[in-house]
């Protein structure tokens, strides 16, 4: 066991022994999208012969390193150049698992997030080793492609027969799944308790997951963690990206981009995005094929009525994009498109809701409400509407990092969920006080009792019911977790009947 090989559909691969477990790192999913393959669906991997050295990450999905940089730096760190390779040959998996036996264990597929741009499996606050060792969990995560190249929609220009398709990323984490579906049994891992989880654009991926026939059957349970579904383009609206990405690489067909450069992407990708909208330009787009509807109107048809569903959201969500630059100020047009005449009275009781009153700090959670605390709600209702099961949080810690000006932020859970508070990143976002820990041994704990067995309450924790529509029951994950109702309630209701629009 200490080479930790195992057969897979595929060929033999060769992880390693981390005390108690095995890793695997940089198992392919998938052929390398090169060449031909650009912007269309994967493909499954070519088998091989012999035995496959597993023991490395693969690299990242082609990113604009400067975008991963900035997030870091506009909160007082130093701007690092991320030294990780990247490579359009990135769809590979990793693996955690306590023993590759065929014990069946719970498996938790983990989708990273970063606005459908950066990002990887290989970021070090997602390592697996805790799951594993600490709740005998067979942790996964992948890779998927980013941008233009996992986002672009170029079946309109290409025409009805071609093979091009505007939902790539989504179909790798697609692929990703049958991939586990297919081989985690010979890893312990059980095939028939799958977990998806997801933070951010990770979240908003299993949102659109829930709504795409191909992906139905292929998990039983949901964490949606600060992402769900918001506002999405159609299959008209993004392709003007793609007529605006063909129109500045000087092109006039489709098929001529197999061939661009990767560099001359990746240096028109900034500039798509803020001409369409930042994260709206590579997003999944509502296709009328992989993505028939919107994901709410999947669900409400009840495509995912078995799936188990928890999710929430950071209480501070918008503050880390608003010291990125990205929303300090109020957003006038923005705040008439969303509410027309009652637009300054809703703001109004966002700054009365608060005890500084601070107009400024209630557009940003007016702004976090917007984009991911109602689309995680219209979730949750419509799941509940189905009668699945669902579980809803808000996490309150706030972090005493750069003065507290993070507040609960965006991201802030993550190292809290994954029990990985020590590396570098963590530290840099909730500082050093020993007092971290407790809290992450209880999230770490209740999201492992979900991934188990489909119900986070621990004995631990206040009672923590199942979220309906009447007491919309609320787990609060602070120094001491407590239990809501319909938190904010009077500021979440005046976001009935209203239509999530993006910023752009």
Known sequence: MSECIVETRYGKVQGYQQGAICVWKGIPFARPPLGARRFRPPEPPEPWTG?????????MAPQVAEMGASM???????????????????????????????????????????AFTIGSASDPWYDGTSFAERHNIVVVSLNYRLGILGFVYLKELAGAGSSYSGNCGLLDQIAALRWVRENIAAFGGDPENVTVMGESAGAMSIAALLGMPAARGLFQ?????????????????????????????????????????????????????????????FSPVIDGETLPRHPLEML???LARDVTVLAGT???????????????????????????????????????????????????????????????????EAQVRQGAPVWVYRFDWKSPAFGGAL??????????????????????????????????????????????????HLPALPAWPRYDLERRATLIW??????????????RALWEGVRLISEA
């Open 51 to 59: 035995v496959r050295p597993t023991t490395a990450f693969s690299p």
């Open 72 to 114: 870091v730096g506009a909160i007082g760190a130093e701007r690092v150049v991320d030294p990780r390779p990247i490579s359009e040959d990135c769809l590979y998996l990793n693996i955690w698992s306590p023993a590759a036996d065929e014990g069946k264990r719970p498996v938790m597929v983990y989708i990273h997030g970063g």
């Open 221 to 281: 349970r949901a964490i949606l963690q600060s992402g769900a579904a918001g506002d999405l383009p159609t299959g008209a609206e993004a392709t003007r990206v793609a007529q605006a990405l063909l129109s500045k690489l000087g092109l006039s067909q489709v098929e001529a981009l197999a061939e661009v450069p990767l560099e001359a992407l990746l240096k028109v990708q900034p500039e798509l995005g803020q001409e369409f909208g930042g994260v709206r330009a």
């Open 300 to 302: 409400a048809q009840g």
């Open 314 to 380: 950071n209480r501070d969500e918008w503050r880390l994009f608003a010291l990125m630059g990205g929303g300090a100020q109020i957003n006038e047009a923005l705040l008439r498109r969303l509410f027309g005449d009652a637009a300054q009275q809703v703001l109004a009781r966002y700054t009365e809701a608060r005890e500084d009153h601070s107009p400024e700090l209630a557009w940003i959670d007016l702004m976090g409400d917007l984009v991911f605390r109602i689309p995680a709600l219209r979730l949750a």
């Open 407 to 456: 507040g609960a932020a965006h991201a802030m859970d993550i190292p809290f969920v994954f029990n990985t508070l020590d590396v570098g990143l963590s530290r840099l976002f909730t500082g050093t006080a020993p007092s971290r820990q407790t809290l992450a041994d209880l999230m770490h704990a209740a999201w492992a009792a979900f991934i188990r067995d489909g119900n986070p």
């Open 478 to 491: 602070d120094e001491v977790p407590s239990l809501a109702e319909d938190p904010q309630g009077e500021l």
